[in-house]
């Protein structure tokens, strides 16, 4: 394969309306979340009440006032019972603590992570319509027209199917990086910028690295799908269907294996690195670990892709 049939295949993804429109959605979006996190980004209250609980949970402390800690009430509220005389149900006695706001503040080093998460599992599914619409109809057409153009090349098949992989993971790095620039900005100006050691370098990039590879990984589906079935309909109602599914097909003896094994299942695995241990579920049904889901995930890549293109070498050229 030329690398100037890549680069043509690659002009022709980000030349695309739907492309761009979905990039500057993103983006736009993007600044909505972080204007408002802004607005809201404000101090713990110098207002405080004092209070008696059994006990305080790390996360919820949000300061010290009179020797005493402050802790953020709907915190402990969600993690422990509060009580208003000097001893608990149980006799035992209590901590004596002042209630406070919740820091709003931006603090990039503690939410980046997060939102890298978010943002990776909703690029990998934007990706699926992205790379299934690349054979079919643009945005402003109609999302469920015929194929417009069948490939009968198989180097040219590939070329588009490297195309949707590169073109998908260049809009999560530039959505990523859109996202961490105006946390850290508001995090400077209006919040706390501390924390941004080389250790938590490492780990966004990672966690960055890790979701571009997971929108790479979607991309083939989403594209051989609708080469398959000649409409980008299908190949989004298929895949988005199985995301739904998976939750029924969990709770049953005989779905947790098809469960286990469905595409979509190692593609949100393997960008929100959490498995059924981290979310508290039977390992019969989920995948245990990073390099399980990025097997998967290559599998059903390397398979539809090989199936599609045996599919349009027996084709007859019409």
Not at 29 to 48: C, E, H, K
Not at 73 to 88: L, M
Not at 174 to 201: C, E, F, K, N, P
Not at 269 to 291: E, I, M, P, V, Y
Request: hydrophobic residues 50%; glycine residues 10%.
């Amino acid at each position: 394969m030329s690398m100037r049939l890549l680069d043509t295949e690659l002009r022709r993804f980000f030349s695309r309306r739907m492309v761009l429109g979905s990039l500057v959605a993103a983006l736009l979006l993007v600044v909505t979340i972080n204007v408002v996190q802004f607005i809201r980004s404000t101090p713990p209250s110098s207002t405080f009440t004092p209070a008696l609980i059994p006990g305080i949970p790390d996360e919820c402390r949000v300061g010290v006032f009179n020797h005493k800690p402050v802790v953020d009430k709907s915190c402990v509220e969600q993690r422990e019972p509060i009580f208003s005389g000097p001893q608990d149900a149980h006799g035992q006695p209590g901590v004596s603590v002042y209630f406070g706001d919740g820091d709003r503040r931006i603090h990039i080093s503690k939410t980046f992570g997060g939102t890298l998460q978010g943002t990776g599992i909703a690029m990998t599914l934007l990706s699926i319509v992205l790379a299934s619409s690349f054979l079919a109809a643009d945005f402003g057409t109609s999302i469920g027209t015929q194929l417009m153009y069948e490939p009968r090349r198989k180097l040219v098949y590939l070329a588009k199917t490297l195309a949707v992989m590169l073109g998908c993971a260049i809009c999560v790095l530039v959505i990523s990086i859109g996202a961490g620039l105006l946390q850290y900005l508001g995090s400077a100006m209006r919040g706390i910028s501390t924390g941004l050691d080389r250790h938590w370098l490492w780990f966004r990039l990672a966690d960055l690295g890790r979701i571009m590879l997971a929108s790479a990984f979607a991309a083939p589906l989403g594209l051989a799908i609708a080469a398959l079935t000649k409409r980008t309909v299908a190949a989004v109602g298929i895949l988005f269907g199985m995301m739904i599914s998976l939750g029924f097909l969990r709770q049953t003896s005989w779905g947790a294996p098809i469960a286990k094994i469905l595409p979509i299942n190692g593609i949100i695995s393997f960008a929100s690195n959490q498995f059924g241990h981290d979310l508290g579920r039977g390992a019969k049904a989920d995948l245990t670990s990073l390099g399980s889901a990025a097997v998967l995930c290559v599998l059903w890549a390397v398979g539809l892709t090989a199936v599609t293109l045996a599919w349009f070498s027996n084709r007859e050229i019409r």
